[in-house]
């Protein structure tokens, strides 16, 4: 039982992650704003959001630190890449 709510935990993180990943990759596509104060409004409260709840399930035992580590990583390469993205434009 422990197992399947780790792997749904997992599997909600990503998910969840995935939402942001997708908000990225649309900026990326159309860079048409780029520095759109509301998008990066959104894009911050996301990934604020998604660390609360990765260091949520990180303190429940439900996921691993460097798990939760890799999935902002992840994220944070991309918004990395946006905003280089947007300074070339």
Known sequence: MVLD???RANALLKADADKILKLIKVQMDNLTMPQC??????LDTQ???LSREID???????I???EGKAILGELERELSA????SQRK
């Open 5 to 7: 709510h780790k792997e």
């Open 37 to 42: 104060p509301l998008y990066e409004e959104v």
């Open 47 to 49: 990934m604020f959001g």
């Open 56 to 62: 949520f399930a990180v303190r429940l035992g439900l």
């Open 64 to 66: 691993e630190v460097k």
């Open 82 to 85: 946006l905003h280089e993205a």
